[in-house]
């Protein structure tokens, strides 16, 4: 393991360790103060936030623009303090943290034994809304987790996310998406972060008024298991509550081949996604290169 990677993960091990035992208050603090330092220091990160809020909100001043990748931050290290205390919130703590509008579309699904995939872009707090579904609907549910470097770093996420009552597969392998189907066939509930895939993969979406990929895995789950497909977006406001919206679910056209099927599905999850992200730009954590004009032409990755 480089020094780099030791650094790292004895970075996420001290939030994780320490974070978690402040009170809330101090916590809220320390994760704004974060945020504008690293806000000031204007790195690549930050640039890129600013860039892509630049896509979401065409007709923003270079003001409005600082305005919102400031808040941007804070959003995100809102995510990241939250994240470090979950493990030690009390049920009542995580029930009362999160309010979500339409949710009887998750559970009519569930009720109904079809199985149900819950799509999200990077919004909020997607780890919070994850374990308010296994507390408050006491519903367990599969998601897919990139491998990090380095691997113990990995292990950390994962472990953190089997303890908020998660199953978690590794992304790389080839052996998820057959243990998704299988999860769905069985009138369980899978959950995916998918607004970014820059695989070969990808399905390309209009995304903004230009052209992204996003991952085609939701899709043709849908299509193969006959499980309901459900974007979800999540945004924060002033108040210690999260709040979200479950949109209804995403129809499988009734003609077309396969990839045509898929295209049109994952164009209809890129609308709802763009529809969370327009009302909330500020609580979407997207600090990597999304757009394929975007991309670097020689590599295709950020």
């Known amino acids: 393991m480089s020094a780099q990677d030791r650094l790292t993960d004895a970075l996420y091990g001290l939030g994780w360790g320490t974070v978690k035992k402040l009170p809330e208050p101090a916590a809220v ?34 003001q409005r623009l600082a305005e919102l990748s400031r808040a941007g931050m804070r959003s995100y290290l809102r995510y990241w303090m ?33 199985g149900v995939i819950v799509a999200l872009p990077h919004l909020a707090n997607w780890d919070l809304a994850g374990a308010w579904v296994t507390t408050e609907l006491k519903t ?57 895939d820059l695989s070969a993969s990808g399905v390309e979406v209009d995304f903004f008024g230009a052209t992204a990929r996003m991952p085609a895995g939701p899709a043709l789950l849908a299509q193969q298991t006959g499980a309901l497909l459900v974007p979800v977006t999540l945004w924060y406001d002033d108040s210690p509550v999260m709040k979200g919206r479950v949109h209804p679910p995403v129809e499988v056209p ?3 081949s396969r990839a045509e ?26 600090l990597q290169r999304l757009w394929l004009a975007d991309l670097d032409p020689t590599k295709g990755t950020s």
């Open 254 to 256: 009734e003609s077309g």
């Open 261 to 286: 099927k898929t295209s049109v599905m994952t164009q209809a999850l890129a609308d709802a996604f763009a529809t969370g992200i327009a009302e909330h730009p500020e609580d979407w954590h997207m």
């Open 140 to 196: 367990p549910f599969t998601t897919v987790a990139e491998r990090l470097k380095p691997e113990t770093l990995y292990d950390r996420f994962v472990a953190y996310r089997e303890g908020l009552g998660m199953e978690v597969l590794p992304h790389s392998g080839g052996s998820a998406f057959g243990t998704l189907a299988r999860r769905l066939r069985d009138g369980g509930l899978v959950c995916l972060v998918a607004d970014r």
């Open 29 to 62: 603090r320390l994760g704004r103060t974060i945020a504008d330092l690293a806000w000031r220091k204007r790195g690549k990160g930050v640039q890129r936030l600013e860039s892509n809020y630049a896509r979401v909100v065409p007709d923003a001043s270079p």
């Open 82 to 114: 939250e994240s470090f205390r979950l493990p030690a919130w009390s049920e009542d703590r995580i029930r009362d943290g999160f309010a979500p509008q339409d949710v009887h579309h998750l559970t009519d699904g569930l009720a109904a034994g079809k």
